[in-house]
Nanobody
């Protein structure tokens, strides 16, 4: 499975961006789609997950501002980011795998990763 992330860029605080992650290869309808991010000098952190049944989960820091979704074919993952803050600045990575619900926040359980796309929020 290969993942290609896109959509990053530079925006002012309060702005919006939409990230995409296109999957190719031997994808599975049972794959979980997840976004992580890594800010400069910080560890990678979990942002959001959509499971195979459509259920969604968000980190408290982005809840109410970000929306995760996927297309009907379950091959493209999206992250709509609204009301962006300076602290949202990071490289955003998409990941796919089949972790159990209790492990969705653990980056180590995902075998497939995109290359990352940079989001910069600055005035």
């Amino acid at each position: 499975v290969q993942l290609q992330a896109s959509g990053g860029g530079s925006v002012q605080p309060g702005g919006a961006l939409r990230l995409s992650c296109a999957a190719s290869g031997s994808t599975s309808d049972y794959h979980v789609g997840t976004w992580f991010r890594q800010a400069p000098g910080k560890e990678r952190e979990w942002v959001s997950t959509v499971r195979y049944d459509g259920s969604t989960y968000y980190a408290d820091s982005v809840k109410g501002r970000f929306t995760i979704s996927r297309d009907k074919a379950k091959t493209t993952l999206y992250l709509q980011m609204n009301s962006l803050k300076v602290e949202d600045t990071a490289i955003y990575y998409c990941a796919r795998g089949r972790p159990v619900l209790s492990a969705i926040r653990n980056s180590g359980v995902y075998p497939y990763w995109g290359q990352g796309t940079l989001v910069t929020v600055s005035s």
